[in-house]
């Protein structure tokens, strides 16, 4: 099992990881106001997400929909959703990705019936209000999970599967109907659209260092120039030149909080071609120069 507090400085999309073989769960913690613009950037994953709002109000996005969250509510998140949070009043929301094995193998009638449904629905999330039954018990599930993770008491794995299986049986209650109905969900246009983005995301998280440009992050994807620029505005709002540049502004951030580089050391490594274009762009999305910068930080 994996505990995870996000790091403040992360700036744009992230794929988050969901435990080991052995045991597929990971818990994140996400202070939003320690965030850059207080967002918690885009990011997605590979396993089924579970959240609650341990204070809000919390906004929720994906894709060009935004919804309110309140301190209490749960949320489903489905594997492979690109989303993110932001928060104007200090939000937290707490978040458990798990592998749906942990359910129940696939191929095993409760995997099947209960399951596989909803990976397959292009549900992309679904928010459980708090004031409703489902809701109140649903959090009562997710809370005990925070709290069996911090005591990790013996056998606390087995309770965690425990609150697991009692949160999906209230969700799969909330979701039957919708289900039962065909869910729309996202057309096949909109699940390639996505499944695309995060191609260039991991080819721009893996090749920042490097001299990239738009052809080879469409490359990555398979597509051509005008169809990665359709496809990040329509996801996320950007292009894939910008999120790029951010990007690397972001782990250039980390560089230099963790000391020991000059500033041209953490232009070139972070994929700049010198340190005065470095400075230029680090001052003009972030207001001030890299040595203003160290110096708020006292580094």
């Known amino acids: 099992m994996q505990v995870f507090e996000v790091e403040a400085d992360e700036y744009l ?6 435990g080991t073989p052995e045991f597929p769960f990971a818990y994140y913690y996400d202070e ?33 929909e935004k919804t309110e969250l309140q301190s209490g509510d749960a949320l489903f ?18 978040t458990y990705i798990f592998g749906s094995e942990l359910i129940a193998p696939a191929g095993s009638r409760i995997h099947t019936q209960y399951v596989l449904p909803v990976l397959l629905s292009a549900l992309p999330f679904e928010k459980i209000e708090g004031g409703s039954m489902q809701g109140q018990l649903m959090l009562k599930s997710l809370i005990r999970m925070q709290n069996e993770l911090e005591i990790q008491a013996d056998a606390w794995e087995l309770r965690i599967k425990n609150c697991v299986l009692g949160v999906w049986d209230e969700l799969y209650r909330v979701l039957k109907e919708k289900l039962s109905c065909g869910y729309p969900g996202r057309t096949k246009n909109e699940n390639r659209t996505y499944a695309r983005i995060r191609k260039m995301l991991n080819y721009i998280h893996g090749h920042y260092r490097e001299d990239i440009d738009l052809d080879q992050i469409a490359a990555a994807a398979e597509i051509s120039k005008s169809e990665a620029l359709r496809c990040f505005r329509a996801g996320l709002y950007t292009t894939p030149v910008v999120y790029l540049t951010q990007y690397r502004l972001a782990c250039s951030k980390e560089l230099l909080q963790n000391g020991g580089r000059t ?37």
């Open 263 to 299: 500033v041209q050391q953490v232009a070139l490594e972070c994929g700049f071609d010198n340190s005065s274009y470095f400075c230029k762009v680090f001052k003009k999305y972030l207001g001030i120069s890299p040595l203003e910068f160290c110096d708020v930080y006292e580094l």
């Open 32 to 64: 939003i106001n320690r965030y850059h613009e207080k967002s918690v950037r885009w990011r997605w994953h590979n396993g089924l997400g579970l959240a609650f709002v341990a204070a809000g109000p919390v906004e929720l996005y994906v894709g060009e």
């Open 77 to 94: 998140i489905n594997q492979g959703v690109i989303h993110r949070f932001s928060s104007s009043s200090g939000g937290v929301v707490v």
């Open 13 to 18: 999309a992230s794929k988050l990881d969901y």
